[in-house]
Nanobody, 124 residues
């Protein structure tokens, strides 16, 4: 059974930093693409950073480029999202997801396995 469990959410002030973690199990970690997605209040779920464990390629939208960094620890089967210079727009539920193929970065249709999400609020 594929499992993805997010942790690290909470409350952070504008301009601060936070790291989210995603623990994974039930699939061949090295063969998958892992992504972080955000569901902000009143908005659709969007990809904020994705990475292929096959070749290490990454993708982030312009809105977070230079501020968010995705990384993985293959030995621990964990994926991290380091978020710096946080803005109020960063508030939302953050999901970790896995895809069997690399499909245009964070194209949500490719991600068939999802965690429960972790809430994260940026306060001014």
């Amino acid at each position: 059974e594929v499992q993805l469990v997010e942790s690290g959410g909470g409350l952070v002030q504008t301009g601060g930093s936070l790291r989210l973690s995603c623990a994974t199990s039930g699939f061949i970690f090295d063969d998958f693409t892992i992504g972080w997605f955000r569901k902000a209040p009143g908005k659709e779920r969007e990809g904020v950073s994705c990475m292929s464990n096959v070749d290490g390629r990454t993708f982030s939208p312009d809105s977070v480029k230079g501020r968010f960094t995705i990384s993985s620890d293959k030995a621990k089967r964990k994926v991290y999202l380091q978020m710096n210079s946080l803005k109020a727009a960063g508030t939302g539920v953050y999901f970790c997801a896995a895809a069997a193929v690399w499909g245009s970065g964070c194209a949500i249709a490719y991600f068939g396995f999802w965690g429960q999400g972790t809430q994260f609020t940026v306060s001014s």
